[in-house]
């Protein structure tokens, strides 16, 4: 811990003890002047990599234009953003908000709303076990995250959940009071969980046949960090609403709720924020969004997630483990709960990357990670990997049951 945050800064997470000071591309130095090879870019967020040329100039240009005039009135940025977000995810409505949470609380909301004007007032929304849609009470009780369920109480009613990758379970918890089916494409924080191929197609024709809205939660997934511009294009999956937030901005915080023909409901006065659609933000993301959605940019995302998981393949069969993910969001599943140690010894070496769970390694570089540098990742993981997990260990892959299988199930306590 460092001595001034645990003085000033409330304790919410546990941090290392360095201070960034600065980022360029896939790197980022501290007060000290140490580097370190960034494979969490702000948590899947900087798709473009630390201060990218074209968002430092787009920024400034517009910052010295004009900075937030009032939700209350139009930008020529946020119309514009609109637009094209709309055009490109084949939607018809979007609303603009800062983070990912306050997105997709405005997605629950349109929920209930359409529920009450075309449902009778089925407000029921069925999400997944270890999912993760946000830290705001409606969505910490949306979510389901391991030990989630015994925080705040009391807890907001109306959500059910139902293991992840299994759309007969999904089936058999639809009710008369189910509105919505609120899933994320691949489940990032829950461990990079790619579901079973189908599976999302499964939910929107289950969504089709009892009337239900399908949202999806791209937040983690959208902007290109799967290959796709969305993940649900994988699969040619429409949703009727689709969350987008992190690499949205790069870097700049900036979210987004869209919602097809059928989906939109709101009406003046059913949501708001003062810095929605500023035209800072949305200026930062058209410009993001005309880099991602370039099919070379795409192309190159998958190249590169593949040489990433084909050397993270390499490690699991060196030291035990499977490796899963998709485009640039990947994950070696370790035998042990070796994660964090992992991390803290990566890190001492110049490495960043998460432990999204004490058995999972997390990496989610930027989308324009160089091949040198991803080698320069595997390198300094093996190094990390050899200090903790021992050498040269008999290598033992773990199964792959559909991918979704792997994880536990033992956090759904609010199924039916
Ligand atoms: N939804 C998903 C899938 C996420 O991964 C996250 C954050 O990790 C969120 C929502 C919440 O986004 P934010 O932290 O910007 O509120």
Redesign the pocket.
Known sequence: MHPESSQYLMPITERPPVVIHHGRGSFLWDEDGRRYLDLLQG?ATNSLGHAPDELVEILTRQAARLLTPSPALHNRPQLELARRLCELAGMHQAHFAT????A?EAALKLARKWGRVHRQGAYEILTTCDS????SLALMAASGKPGWERLFPPHIPGFFKVPFGDAQAMRKAIGPGTVAIFV?PIQ??GGVVVPPAGYLRCLRELADQHNLLLIL?E??TGMARTGALFACQHEGVQPDVMTL??GLGAGVPV?AVLANRRACCFEPGDQGGTFNGNPLAAAVALRVLEVVAQPDFLSEVVRRGEQLREGLRALAGQFGGLVRGRGLLCAWVLERDAAREIVDRAREDGLLLNAARPHILRLMPSLRIEPTEITLALDLLRRAAEGVLGQNLPGRRLEVPGEAGEKGAGSCLSAR
């Not at 983070?99 to 306050?102: D, F, L, S, Y």
Request: charged letters at 30%; hydrophobic letters at 20%.
């Open positions: 948590w983070t990912g949470a306050e997709n993760f849609h946000g830290r994320e990032g924080e939660d937040v983690q937030g992190k979210s």
